[in-house]
């Protein structure tokens, strides 16, 4: 039987959740009192360090190991929340990979592991998510985009398609579920100080954002956070940026 607590404690999943924007959300989230299941595919150690910085702050969490790009993978871990919980109130698609480099040097590899796990991860996690959302008439789905997303970026046409394609889901899921008090909204970060990046030469692109500088994975899940609440349900189908003014 569900958790009697879970009747006023919303759920919610992170995936993607053991690093970098998808970790400063989880711990956004468990602070605000929701629990928090914390999804990793492969990174079992950096996952069970979020969760006890959660816990010891005094915040609920669990780990919840699968692999997005999985759609029976997928399945079961949802199945498992809603066997323990008996519902789930918050998605926050966050998993998300990169694969960079010029399309003409690109292999369908390159392609479909980046489409896999930034775009098909989505609907394998969602689809039964919804299906739970519907009869209980409540939910908040955030979707992690990017500003590649919107405006396109050279050397990441995987990235920037899946991210694209992240964008045209949301606004079309709003449209259908609006009605069941469910919102679905994206954020689009640009360049946020996460292992992401690592590679990039970040002095000169903080050089071309307005704000001159890059973004903080905590700015972004302030965002998240706002989007979770009470406060924002008129708020769906929406692509809100965080990218200090460069688009």
Same mark, same amino acid.
């Given at each position: 039987?569900?958790?009697? /607590? ?16 998808? /970790? ?7 602070? =605000? ?12 150690? #950096? ?12 915040? *609920?969490?669990?780990? !919840? ?8 993978? =997928?399945?079961?871990? +949802?199945?498992?929340? @809603? ?5 789930? *109130? ?11 480099? !010029?399309?003409?040097?690109? /292999? ?19 689809? !039964? ?6 009869? #209980? ?8 985009? =990017? ?31 609006? /009605? ?9 970060? %640009?360049? @946020? ?18 704000? %001159?500088?890059?973004? #903080? ?12 609440? #009470?406060?924002?349900?008129? +708020? ?12």
């Amino acid at each position: 039987m569900p958790e009697t /607590k879970t009747d006023t404690v919303q759920i919610a999943l992170v995936t993607g959740a053991s690093r970098g924007i998808g /970790k400063a959300i989880a711990k956004a989230l468990a602070r =605000s009192g929701r629990f928090v299941y914390l999804n990793f595919n492969s990174n079992q150690k #950096k996952a069970a360090a979020v969760l006890e910085d959660i816990i010891s702050n005094g915040g *609920d969490g669990a780990l !919840l190991q699968f692999d997005v790009r999985s759609q029976e993978a =997928s399945e079961k871990a +949802i199945e498992k929340i @809603i066997k323990e919980k008996g519902k789930i *109130d918050i998605l926050v698609n966050n998993a998300g990979i990169r694969d960079d480099m !010029l399309m003409v040097w690109m /292999k369908k590899g390159n392609w479909q592991n980046v489409l896999d796990t930034n775009l098909t991860g989505f609907f394998n996690v969602t689809r !039964l998510i919804v299906k739970n959302m519907l009869p #209980k008439r409540f939910g908040r789905i955030i979707n992690i985009s =990017s500003t590649s997303g919107q405006i396109g970026q050279a050397g990441q046409v995987n990235y920037s398609a899946s991210k694209a394609g992240l964008i045209g889901a949301t606004k079309a899921l709003a449209r259908e579920i609006a /009605k069941r008090n469910i919102t679905v909204n994206a954020v689009a970060p %640009g360049f @946020i100080e996460t292992e992401m990046v690592d590679g990039l030469p970040l002095e000169e692109l903080a050089k071309t954002i307005p704000a %001159g500088r890059l973004g #903080k994975p905590e700015e972004v899940a302030a965002t998240v956070l706002f989007l979770c609440s #009470k406060d924002a349900g008129y +708020i769906t189908g929406q692509v809100i940026g965080i990218n200090g003014g460069i688009l």
